[in-house]
Structures are given as C-alpha cells and as structure tokens.
C-alpha cells in the first residue's frame, strides 16, 4: 500500500493498514521533523515494528542527509523479526518503486550467535567464545603470524583484511541467517563483518547493550554519527536495562579468581622481564608521555574497554604509580585484599562511594585517581603481555570495572554488602552489590548524542514515567487506542472470590486458605470454560510455589488436571524451554494446557501465546517487586530524593507495567482474541495505571467481579468470539484499504479546516468565551473515587 | 556486567578451611580451639595464637619463637592481622609510614608530568622496601628527604588533616540532610493521606445531604483534593529547591616529594601591610627637607638634656614643626580658589579634601595638617 503522510510517500508492506497504526506513522514524522525524542504506547499486536520500519525507511530514502536507523531491541528474537520486517519491507519497496535502492540493513548480536570457527562456536557460554575469539584475532597475534610465528588465528576473520573495508557485504538487508549463511560460503566471519560495516548501514539493528552498556557501546557504537535516529523498542523494561549496565556484583569466589588472575599477571611480568623487557618498556614509555591507545585505531580486540560513560572519562596521563607494570599488579592485590577483608564483615552495610574510597585510603592508602584508572591501565598490561587465554582474567576484569566505577561516580551510586544469602542464613556468603541507583546515567549520553531518540513499547504506562525516570523531555508523549470492528478482548478485574471473600496476594491474607482456595476455583472455572491454552501469572516463585502446594492440598489442581495439562515455569530456563514445547503440543493437539508462571520471568517478557496458545491469561496477585531488597529500597530512596517518584508511585508503576505485559501476552494481532483476568482487589484502584488500550476496553461492570460473575462474562464473550467471523467485516472499521485512507484523510482536512477556520473566527471576535480545558482530565476519577466508597 | 550474582555452594566450607589454620608454635588449631586467635607483630610479621604471645611474651621482650627468626618482640607490638595476606599487611604498615613523609599534593607541581614523575619515585621506594631491594640506601634516601623536606611536610600534613576535617563535616551535613528529607517526605504522605481520609468522609457526607449527581459530587471532591496536592507539592519543590546545598567542594588527592623535578617554589604569603587610615596619602614636604641635626646651640642642648628628654621632648619635632609652619601657605593662590568659588561648581573644601585624598598624588593645598 502506498500513501503519503504530509509530503512524505510511506510505502507499506501490506495491502490494509490500521488507523493506530496510521496515526502512529504520523507522529513519528512529526517526531523526526521536530528534532527530539518521544515516548509512544502501541498496543501489543497492531504491528508497531513494520509501521515503524516502513515510515523511518521511507523518511530516510525521501530526505537526503539519509539519517541511519539505529534499532535496538531486547531480544535475540526480537531482533531477528525485526530484521525480517526490514527485509520484507525493503522487498516490496523494490516491487513497488522498480529499481533497487541503495540500502545496507545488518544486525549485530554477540560472537556466540554469530561464530563460524569450527571449534569456538561450540563454547557453550557467551564470554568465553569472546575471549576465545580474541585471541584469535588479537593484533598482536596477526603480528606473530606475520613474523613467520606459529600461531593459530581465524581465517573467517583475516579474510575479512583481504576486502576492501567499506564493502565486505552487498548492499541490502541481512538477516542473521543470512549473514551466518553469506559468510560460511565466503568465509567471512559474521560478527566483525557487521561490526566493520556499521558505519555504512542504512539500518542497523541490535540489542540495547550495544548502544546503553558503555563498555560496549565504547567499542560498537562510538562512531555513530550525531543525526542517527534511535528507536528502542519493547522499552518499557528500559530503566532496569540502563541500571544493569551500570551495576556489578562481587563474591567471595570472584574475588579469589581475581586474586589468582593477579599472580599469574605477576609472574607472566616477570617472565617477560626476562625474555622481552623491551616490550613493556615501550608500554612504561607510552604510558609517560599519556599516548592513549593512539595505535588502536581498530580496537576491536580489545580486552575490555572503559566502563565508564564517555564523558566521564579521564582524558589524562595513567599515573605515576602505577605506571609500572609491577607496581600495577601489587596495588591490585592491595585493592583485592582491601576487598576481601570487607568481606569478613557480618553485618549489612550500605555505604555511598565517597566514603568507601576514604575508607580504601586509610587502610591501604590506595587514592582515588590510580584507582580510575585500572579498567585502562589493565586493559594495557594485558595487551602488552599478549595473554590469549583472556577468559582467566575475567574476574579480575570485574575487579578492575568495579574500582573504575567506584572512582568516577560520587553519586547515583550506592555500594552495599549482603553478608547473608537470606535471613535465615548462618554461614556467612557475602556479595558486595555496588548498585547504580539512577537509570538516567547510563542512558543520558545517548540523548545528548542523538537528535532523535524514539522510545516505544505496548505497555508504557503512565508515560510521564519515562521521562522522568530517565530525565528527558520529550517532543511527543502518546497512548493509542485499538480500533477493534468486534470487541476481541475481555479485560476483568476479579476482586472476590464466589464466597464473596475478598481475594488479594496482599501480604497479609496471601496464604490465607478461604483466598487461596477462592484462587483455585477461579483457575478450575476457566479451565473448564476455556478452549485450548491458559496461562496464568504469579507475582513471584516463592508465593507460587507455596499457593501450588496449597491447591494440591485442597484437591484443586485434580480438578484442573482433568481439563487441561498442568506445566509449570521454573528458574532454570531449560526446563522451562521444556515446559514450554510440551505446553504447545497439548494446545494443538486440542486438549489445552494450563501454564503457571512468573510474572518476573522469562514466560512473561519473551513469549507469545498468540491464538489458541493463549485464550485466557490469569493475573493472579499484583506483581510488586520484593520489597525488602536493599537495592529496591536504596533505588525508591533515590527516585523519591533525586527525582520525587515517591515509593508506592513508583513499585506500582513497576507492578502494573508488568502486569500490563503479562496480559498483552495472549493477544497478538486484530484476529486474536483473548481473555485476561486481573484477579485481586487491589487492581480495581490501579486500574487507570493500565495501557490505554486495556483501560478502554475494561468496562466499569467489569471491573469488580467475583469468580462466578467473570465465569459468566468469559462464557458469554466466548460464544460471541466463536461466530464465524470474516476479514471482510474489519474493513473501513479496524484495517484500512487505501480508499478508507483517503476517505479518513479528507475528513482529517475538513476538520482542519473547519478548525482554522474557528480559529479565525475566534481571533476576530469573541476572545473570552475560551473554553478552559480541564485539567485534571475529569473523567479517570469519577469510578475510582466511587469505587473506592464502597470499601 | 551480569548481575547474576554466582553464590558458588562451595564458597563457605572452603572458608571455614582456610581460616582453620594451626599456630606455628604450640600446634593447636581452630578446629579444636574455636575461640582461636591470630596475632602479628610487625617486626617480623610471624603469625601466632594469642595465648602463644601471652605465654611467650608476658615478661618482657623475648626472641620470636619462630625458627630462624631471631628478632626481638615486644608484647605490646602484637595486633591483629587486617588482610589475610601477610604481605600485604606488611606493605600497608610501609606504606603508612611512606604515606607520612611523602605527603606531597598534585598542586604542589609545575604540571602533571612532574607529579606523576613524583609518584612513581616514591612507588620505586616503597617498591624497594617492600622487597627488601637496597633497603639501606633507601632509607638513607628517605631520611634525608624528610629532614630536608620537614616544613613542607607539616604543612601538607596539616593542610591534609584539615580537608579530612571538612570532609566528615561535609558528610555529616548531609546524613542531616537526608535524615529531614526524609522526614518531609514522611510527613508529606501522612497529610495526604488525612486529606484524602477527610475527603472521602466529606464526600459521603455530600451524598447523603444533597440530592446532586453523585458522579459528579465525587470528581469535584477528587478535583479539589488533587488542587490541594498540586499546590502542596509545589510549594515543597520551592522549597526543596532553595536547598542551602550547594556547597560542592573539590575531592584534592593529596601526596608527596625528594629532590623531585618540577616542584612549585612554595612562596610564604606576602605578610598582611600594617593598615593604613590615610589610604596611601603620605604627608611628603615638598618645599623643604628635614635634616637631622641643625647646628643650633641652644637646641643641641635640649637635644642631651636629661630634663627635656624624659618628658618626650624631640628636637627633630620641634624642627619639623617649625619648618611646616614656615613654609605652611606656599602654592596656595587664594585669587585662583575665590575665582573658582565663584563660577559655582567649585567643590567645597572637603570634597577636595577627599577627592585628594583618594588619588595618590598629594595636593601641597592640603600639607598643612597641623
Ligand atoms: S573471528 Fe569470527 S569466526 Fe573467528 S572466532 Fe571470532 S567470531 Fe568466530
Ligand atoms: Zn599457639
Ligand atoms: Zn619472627
């Protein structure tokens, strides 16, 4: 379908678009005319990524400063469909327009996903394929090489040296089998191919770490120019994402890796010493004179770069002390011993980063400086040694990433130590968390960097969270609604039980019998009524686990067990993966499953029940977080004091915007339809924190219903959902053809011009008959407060 | 960085082996003694059981029993090990002592070069007595730095103690800070939540009194109370705002100096001028100089006189006075002054006066002081 949206012709793959889906293309222009970042809700399932590809596409082919698309999304399969989006849109942009464009579409992900050497592909975890790919590939091994050495490298990734740089791939759009597919035959190692051709990609494509994380971002993004327009999609989990980049934690057992990883530094100096003193005397002689890194124009092969943000780096010499490769070392175990006497303590303690670093300094006399410098200055030492077997040193890396941090960040930051794994625990099993507080941090440069930073996912509400959060201002903010010809979802809130009890996962009745068994009988109801897949959703393992022996006590999951498979999500993501494969064979095969998971885990986030995979989701309890985490606690400390998030504000932001995915799970497109149920009373006042697409379509008698009651409306909603029902019947409603487009835009002139012209009759005469717009938006209040007095 | 934190199942059983060592010298070992304590002395840094140094020690010095050690140890010089590694407990106490005599600061170098220069000196030196690499040359070295260096050292010293100081007071400032904030913050919600309870009741109270919509009784409560929140908070932020917190000072790293290249000249402050009420304005004579002896009989005589000298009498004054006044009216014109008194815009007297008094130059007009 081909259209225009002002002057810009948008090309779009398919031959019906939804009104939501218009109005969302429309908005992203404006974004981009505009100049700054927006926020915008899309309901799940409307088709927001091929939308967002095919006007950005569009915008970039129509202007000529041709902005690259940086697309970054959660997921390896997220990804993946988002590069096939672009290849299908780009597919039918050649069709349509008769000639091929000069267009370069590549994704990136990690070296494990995109290996082709025989022997590290089959490293089962993702570091060590990076540091066994590193020294493979390092510079100084190609040096040997060439020095006649024996030593083994990668052909996949020397051939690569053989093309000319900016043209190791045709133009065009490459997904990631098709890259893995491209290289195999060419002999091209995927990874650096993508990575080498970043800087001539029209729309790259790759996860959040790659742009957010800033000791990636450093080696991957840098080059990125300032007119890029950045989309983060699926963001709603954004503000944890940024935070975790900038967090790390250490035990015991790292710490004594680290210490090991010391001493084998110590004595490969030593060795060095002896054989090639030279080497490091260039290493001291550059560090003198502060060339930094001044030959690594392709650090690529780095060991590990800087964690801190780009402009909090240090642009200075290394100092003085620890210059020296030796005095390197022993000030590192100074640090680590430091750290490990920190360890013995047997209490909490929570200490902001200037007051550790006094405390570093009076015992060992460790200052900061040298101490912001050590990710660095390791980084140096171990290229200067020429390791290859990286993967040891990792934990020292850790180390290093850690005092690096420390060192930079006097704020925003707080470093707490948790002697016990839980409170019942008597064998001390420390881990120290030094936890960035702020999410603003990390994400702030990218801001600051990019003109145009699109933020958009189908669960974002309340908005205004966002930018708060995240300390930006935005050019546009906004929730769309679903147009639906038949209404395709029943959203209810389930407040009590058939009893009349009041159901809740509050803490205080949450292992009550009379509401756990009030629970079992809502789940035994709506596997009765319900055809094919259920998936039910708790706040957290623990109150799973426990309410699951309770119903197996009361005899309620036998009940369950004769209408659907009973599976169960567990933290091991393999038996889960299981759980879920068995799951989906018993929804084809007609009998239906029941799938009770987490509302935290990786069920809730990752996976679609689209269709008969999904009829029904169960929201069983508010998905508060854990409340008496440290971390938790010191970050709503901060949010209130920094941003003035108070607490319940935000932990309910943070329980309904998951909630929210939870429920967005089973509906996957116009055609789908789906039950979900919100089953506790707290629901029915946090109701307005729900998308605005749930909200309009959670009717007021809906919205406080005991079991029976949900039974009966998800009983009648079924029988509606199960009259044949064509395509046709959408048309002109819910989808648009090209002629409702045009019909929908003429009105929209009319109106525009019925508003000029209204305008201009108000400027002539009557100015003060100005209707004052009301500000507290009226109408969200009136059910909750009434709802509320009948408590 | 992942956050998964790896708690191995190993971790705690390992721990309790490594710490369960046994005391070099009586041979007892945390496993039968649990209640075990470890002690160094840091003359030689052998590790013993605290009843070991009780036993050994109670006396008076004594050898330390370890073979092949021969040093004698003080009872008092025990303490406990902080760091697990010997070694390094033993380089922090070198360190510390480093520390004391190389206090120079970053701001005492020409550039950072020099400074870093600096730093790795002493880092050789410490190295060195670390590892036990021409110790005695060393200390040599060291010793006649800190004797050379003493008053610069005091002074960083000193100047290091005082950023301490302001440092904890800083932080305790800001514990204090937090601490009512954070009380705002409670009190805060508690008035909410009263506004919202007294709210509720008034709108119960409305519903059963009038007969209006009853939708629309409850939005006008809500409104009203979600004005009042607004107002409240913004009143807060105002507040919040004019924080008398913005006192952000520099985190100085201090550090220390041999004959080390590129050293500032340390330059004493200028000392403070006595104060001066004329501002600059000297009463120079301009006609006439005074000499300091006049031959003058009767005068010289009054000069030795012990009876006009005990009373304060000084010839010099007496000259000095009668010099001014013989000279006193020289470069006035006084039909200059009348004539300018009378074009009206003449400044009066003490304005002259004063407007003499600020430029440097001193007006003869003026010189009469007496
Ligand atoms: S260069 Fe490419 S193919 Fe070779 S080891 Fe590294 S990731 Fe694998
Ligand atoms: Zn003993
Ligand atoms: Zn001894």
Not at chain 1, 23 to 31: N, Q
Not at chain 1, 473 to 492: C, D, E, H, N, W
Not at chain 1, 615 to 622: A, N, P, S
Not at chain 1, 644 to 658: Q, V
Request: aromatic share 8%; hydrophobic share 35%; glycine share 6%.
């Amino acid at each position: 379908m081909k259209f225009n949206i002002d002057t810009l012709p948008v090309l779009f793959p398919y031959p019906r678009i939804y009104p939501e889906q218009y109005e969302y293309m429309c908005d992203l222009k404006r974004t981009l005319d505009a100049g700054g970042h927006c926020v915008l809700e899309m309901p799940s399932g409307t088709g927001k990524t091929v939308s967002l590809l095919s006007l950005i596409v569009a915008y970039q082919q129509h202007h000529p400063e041709k902005r690259k698309l940086i697309y970054c999304s959660r997921t390896m399969s997220e990804i993946e469909k988002a590069l096939a989006e672009l290849k299908a849109l780009m597919k039918y942009r050649t069709e349509q327009l008769g000639y091929e464009e000069e267009f370069r579409g590549l994704g990136l992900t990690s070296r494990k996903n995109l290996c082709l050497h025989p022997s590290v592909k089959r490293e089962k975890s993702g570091s060590v394929v990076d540091a066994r790919c590193r020294s493979l590939t390092a510079g100084f091994v190609k040096e040997k090489k060439e020095r006649g050495e024996d030593v083994e490298v990668c052909v996949y990734h020397d051939n690569l040296d053989l093309l000319e740089p900016h043209n190791l791939i045709p133009p065009g759009v490459w997904t990631l089998d098709g890259l893995l597919k491209y290289g195999e035959q060419q002999k091209l190692c995927p990874y650096f191919t993508a990575r080498r051709m970043m800087p001539f990609c029209n729309v790259i494509i790759y996860s959040y770490h790659y742009l957010l994380d800033p000791k990636i971002a450093e080696r991957v993004s840098k080059e990125l120019s300032k007119d890029c327009i950045v989309v983060f999609d699926e963001a709603h989990n954004i503000d944890n994402v940024c935070i975790e980049s900038l967090s790390i934690d250490l035990t015991e057992d790292s710490l004594r890796k680290a210490t090991r990883g010391v001493n084998n530094l110590d004595r490969k100096i030593t060795e060095m010493k002896s054989t090639d003193a030279e080497k490091l005397q260039n290493e001291y002689a550059k560090l003198v004179e502060g060339l930094r890194e001044a030959d690594e124009a392709r650090n690529e092969d780095a060991f590990m770069s800087n964690p801190t943000l780009p402009d909090d780096l240090l642009k200075e010499a290394v100092p003085g002390n620890i210059r020296r490769a030796e005095h390197f070392v022993a000030f590192l175990k100074r640090f680590i011993e430091y750290l490990k006497t920190r360890m013995k303590v047997l209490h909490v303690i929570s200490e902001t980063p200037p007051s550790f670093l006094n405390h570093l300094k009076e015992l060992t006399f460790i200052e900061r400086k040298p101490l912001r410098f050590c990710a660095e200055r390791l980084t140096s030492l171990v290229r200067t040694l020429e390791l290859t077997n990286i993967e040891d040193y990792q934990p020292l890396q850790e180390v290093a990433t850690f005092a690096t941090l420390i060192a930079t960040y006097e704020t925003g930051f707080l470093l707490i130590l948790e002697p016990f794994e839980s409170e019942t625990a008597t064998v001390p099993n420390p881990i120290l968390h030094f936890t960035c507080l702020d999410a603003a941090i990390a994400i702030q440069p990218v801001f600051d960097r990019f003109s145009s930073v699109i933020i958009t996912s189908g669960t974002m509400s309340p908005l205004d969270m966002y930018p708060k959060m995240l300390n930006f201002g935005t050019v546009i903010q906004k929730s769309y609604t679903m147009t639906l010809a038949r209404k395709s979802f029943l959203p209810m809130v389930v407040t009590r039980g058939s009893d009349q009890g009041v159901v809740s996962s509050g803490f205080q009745i949450r292992n009550d019998p009379s509401v756990v068994r009030n629970y079992g009988n809502l789940l035994t109801e709506f596997c009765k009524l319900t055809p094919d897949g259920v998936v039910v959703f708790f706040p957290s393992y623990l109150y799973m686990e426990s309410i699951i022996s309770m119903w197996q006590g009361m005899g309620i999951l036998d009940v369950v067990w004769k209408y659907k498979l009973i599976l169960v999500e567990t933290p091991d993501s393999q038996e889960t993966s299981l759980a879920l494969e068995t799951y989906r064979t018993a929804c084809n095969n007609g009998r239906g499953a029941v799938l009770l998971c987490v509302a935290r885990g990786k069920v809730s986030e990752g996976i679609d029940f689209d269709h008969h995979y999904g009829r029904t989701v169960l929201c069983i309890g508010v998905p508060f977080q854990y409340t008496e985490s440290r971390i938790l606690k010191a970050r709503l400390e901060f949010l209130r004091e920094t941003y003035r998030i108070k607490e319940n504000e935000f932990l309910s932001f943070d329980a309904m915007r998951h909630a929210a995915q939870c429920l967005g799970r089973v509906l996957r497109g116009k055609d789908d339809y789906g039950i979900m149920v919100l089953a506790d009373k707290r629901f029915q006042k946090k109701r307005s924190q729900l998308p605005k697409w749930i909200q309009q379509a959670l009717e007021d008698r809906y919205s406080s219903l005991s079991v029976d009651q949900a039974a009966a409306a998800a009983k009648a909603f079924l029988r509606e959902m199960s009259v044949p029902w064509t395509r046709a019947e959408q048309e002109g409603v819910s989808t648009w053809g090209p002629e409702d487009l045009a019909r929908h835009k003429a009105k929209m002139e009319i109106e525009e011009i019925r508003r000029l012209e209204e305008e201009a009759i108000n400027a002539n005469g009557a100015i003060g008959d100005v209707v004052m717009e009301d500000e507290f938006g009226g109408d969200e209040f009136d059910d909750t407060v009434l709802a509320e007095l009948d408590v | 960085m992942s956050r998964a934190a790896q708690r191995s199942g190993a971790t705690p059983s390992k721990r309790l082996a490594e710490d369960g060592d046994i005391c070099p010298v009586c041979k007892s070992s945390r496993y039968l003694n649990p209640n075990m304590r470890f002690l160094v002395n840091p003359e030689c840094y052998h590790k013993m059981c605290e009843s070991c140094v009780d036993r050994i020690f109670s006396h008076g010095p004594a050898p330390c029993p370890i073979a092949g050690c021969r040093r004698t140890l003080r009872k008092a010089k025990f303490r406990k090990q902080t760091f697990e590694d010997i070694q390094v407990e033993r380089e922090v106490d070198i360190r510390r002592r480093m520390a004391k005599t190389f206090n120079r600061r970053e701001d005492d170098f020409v550039s950072l070069l020099d400074y870093n220069d600096y730093l790795e000196k002493v880092e050789n030196f410490t190295w060195n007595l670390i590892n036990g690499v021409d110790i005695e040359e060393t200390e040599k070295t060291i010793a006649a730095y800190a004797e050379e260096n003493r008053r610069e050292i005091s002074r960083n010293e000193s100047v290091a103690a005082q950023e301490a100081q302001s440092r904890k007071a800083r932080a305790a400032e800001e514990l204090e800070l937090i601490r009512l904030r954070r009380e705002d913050a409670r009190r805060e919600d508690e008035l909410e939540r009263r506004e919202k309870a007294d709210m509720r009741r008034g709108i119960i109270n409305k519903l059963a009194t009038t007969d209006g919509d009853a939708a629309s009784i409850a939005r006008e409560g809500q409104r009203v109370v979600l004005k009042k929140s607004l107002a409240r908070r913004a009143a807060i932020d105002k507040q919040r705002d004019n924080d008398p917190f913005a006192a952000s000072t520099e985190n100085g790293e201090a550090s220390s100096g041999l004959i080390f290249k590129g050293l500032k000249k340390w330059v004493p402050p200028a000392p403070e001028k006595p104060y001066d009420p004329f501002g600059g304005w000297s009463v120079e004579n301009e006609y006439f100089v005074l000499q300091d002896h006049y031959d003058w009989d009767w005068l010289s005589q009054a000069q030795t006189d012990i009876r006009h000298t005990a009373g304060g009498y000084d010839v010099n004054d007496y000259c000095a006075r009668a010099l001014c006044e013989a000279f006193s009216g020289f470069g006035v014109f006084i039909e200059d002054e009348v004539a300018g008194r009378n074009v009206g815009s003449a400044p009066s007297i003490a304005t002259a006066a004063a407007a003499v008094t600020g430029s440097e130059k001193p007006d003869v007009n003026m010189d009469d002081i007496f």
